[in-house]
């Protein structure tokens, strides 16, 4: 089974930028519909954060990341971005990326990665 392997996190100093990936160990059989990231940290609810949906990877954002954040798609290599700038202390989290296949609003994620750390901090 094809698993969503994210890339890219680490430790910044708060103003600074990071840049997740998020990219399928094979290729799919069928592109996902929708993609999303979400974050979590230990005893809170994951929160997402970004996400695209359909072919036009229409975006969308959580209000406390939106100016801040880019998500974007690669559709030649399946690839999902989160450009990360001005990050915050407050954006420390593990962020995981998530994948929706079936023709359903809001997305139904039915694959989900296994997170990467990011730590914003000085």
């Known amino acids: 089974q094809v698993q969503l392997v994210e890339t890219g996190g680490g430790s910044v100093e708060p103003g600074g930028s990071l840049r997740l990936a998020c990219s399928p160990s094979s290729k799919y059989t069928t592109r996902p519909l929708c993609m999303g990231w979400f974050r979590q940290n230990p005893g809170q609810a994951r929160e997402p954060v970004a996400s695209?949906?359909?072919?036009?990877?229409?975006?969308d954002y959580a209000s406390s990341v939106k100016g801040r954040f880019t998500i974007s798609r690669d559709n030649a290599n399946d690839t999902l971005y989160l450009q990360m700038n001005n990050l915050k202390s407050e954006d420390t989290a593990i962020y995981s990326c998530?994948?929706?296949?079936?023709?359903?609003?809001?997305?139904?994620?039915?694959?989900w990665g296994q997170g990467t750390q990011v730590t914003v901090s000085s």
């Open positions: 998530a994948a929706g296949f079936a023709r359903a609003w809001p997305c139904y994620y039915e694959k």
């Open positions: 695209v949906y359909g072919s036009n990877n229409q975006p």
